[in-house]
């Protein structure tokens, strides 16, 4: 044997081994419904025995017409419509609960994806699209049904069906059931190929349909500057792309099933007319009568539907498979690092950042380098720089949304690794520029999460001190105005005023500011700078802003480039200096001019 052909072996033997674990796996979701379950077996074994029984009662129609008897005319009348009544209840049994186990599954494994979603970290973010972790939950675990449901019922039904019939043929007669078993290794063989191709075109089907919901999602969310820089033939052709992908994956899935079941249905066919064949022989026949070779017979021709969909049922389960994998290594992602154990219920807000360094990715160059700096309690801190020199990764690191690796952060004497993360970022207030609201209500996005028990009021007080109350009243159902996706019926401006007016309602003891005023227009921006200097108050506060005018109070400003810090002092200290910061703000004041 040729290393080469050795290695492919492995390989499948791996792939097989791979399949199997993942679909034990899936199965012990079944586990906390197993009543449900062993109903649908028991509606499964109701249905075989009744399958069985149709062709073992063919003999009896055939007494029944050579003996026409009023006796024989209600025995057979009568055992036609309980067979049938009896297949009807094992039927409704295995396909109502098996559907029950199904659907519940579905909803633990969401639940779970969903769950595990919220717990990892920004990095995983960063190198998932949005689009294709919604295929996840919707597509993926989709084809988890397939697996867990439907092809259990077809697996369970036809092959306790297949079963009970060759129990009977067996018994009727073991000679002839050896002619007609002749042809299970052929079956096996193609049913194996199959398989393989299955679960091969299913993960491709799995890629394309996360590409088909990536792209529509960046199309639909961006139809603006689709629609402004003239982008509808470049979406519309990166759509057909991905939209054609799917369909030639589909194709070959529905190729190789379209081949594979009337091959079985072929071999099965020549195995039922070897059957026939051989039958006819005296030697084989025996002393078989004529009506226990047409139930023989009966039950040859029976098992051709279930040996169909039980092979046919592959192409659900390596969906399935496929989609499982998928679905498990969202699942099997490490969430974030939360081994801290301190929780205090506020902060005095002293922030330490001690020779901090901080990197994206292991081959990436640093970011952040060397950066030290205290900031005691209730103080302000300004950072300004060119884009790119770190602002923004600095703050970020404070509610530890990526993880540094050097140095230390330090909140009130404490590493930040020493909280646990509830309890650190509940001592943050964030105001981003890029602004991210629900579509629900204007008091449910200003006291959202922890916050949705706080009293109207108090949400009102907070809209106020952001000036967000003058547009609130104006609306037709005032704070309980429905804001659309993304607060997509407000201006820009008030979509900022509102997250202002959430991060005031959290009354946080660290606030960061994040180009808070950068989506305002002159007369809002002299509003909310004063609601701002108001909250700040006694607040340790990191604001990032671009218009050196918002930032001219600040106890501290730091200038930011290439990911240290080049100057440090107040407004007009730095000015003084004539460096960096003063030449930043000649600039916009000349633009102003």
Known sequence: MSEATETDQGNRRRSSDSSWQIYKRLLKYVKPFWFAFMLAVIGNVIYAVAATGMAAAMEYVIAALENPTDENRILLTGMIVGVFALRGVGFFLSQYYINYVGRNVINALRKQVFDKLLALPSRFFDENASGRLVSKLTFNVEQVAQAASNAITIILREGLTIIGLLLFMIYTNWKLTLVFLAVGPLIALVVNYASRRFRKISQRIQSS????????????????????????????????????????????????????????????????????????????????????????????????????????????????????????????????????????????????????????????????????????????????????????????????????????????????????????????????????LFNDTIAANIAYGVLRDCPEEQIREAAAKAHALEFIDRMPEGLQTMIGDNGVMLSGGQRQRLAIARALLKDAPVLILDEATSALDTESERHIQEALEYVMKGRTTLVIAHRLSTIEKADRILVMDGGRIIESGRHSELLAQGGAYAQLHQMQFSEQG
């Open 209 to 436: 349909m996360g590409d088909i919901t990536h792209v529509a999602s960046e199309s639909i969310s961006g139809y603006r500057v689709v629609r402004t820089f003239g982008g509808e033939q470049y979406e519309r052709d990166r759509f057909r792309r991905v939209s054609e992908k799917n369909l030639e994956q589909s194709l070959k899935m529905a190729t190789t099933q379209a081949i594979s079941v009337p091959v079985i249905q072929v071999l099965v066919a020549i195995a039922i007319a070897a059957l026939v064949w051989t039958m006819l022989a005296p030697e084989i026949r025996g002393a078989m009568t004529t009506g226990e070779l047409v139930a023989f017979i009966t039950a040859a021709t029976t098992m051709a539907k279930p040996i169909r969909q039980v092979t046919s049922v592959h192409s659900k389960i390596q969906k399935g498979v496929a989609a499982s994998h998928d679905v498990f290594s969202t699942i099997d992602e490490k969430p974030e690092n939360d081994t801290g154990t301190y929780a205090p219920d506020r902060v005095e807000g002293e922030v330490e950042f001690d020779h901090l360094s901080f990197r994206y990715r292991e081959q990436m160059d640093d970011v952040l380098q060397d950066i030290s700096l205290t900031i005691p309690p209730g103080q302000s801190v300004a950072l300004v720089g060119r884009s790119g020199s770190g602002k923004s990764t600095l703050v970020s690191l404070l509610p530890r949304f990526y993880e540094f690796t050097g140095g230390d952060i330090r909140l009130d004497g404490h590493s930040l690794k020493e909280y646990s993360l509830e309890a650190l970022r509940a001592q943050i207030a964030l105001v981003t520029q890029n602004v991210v």
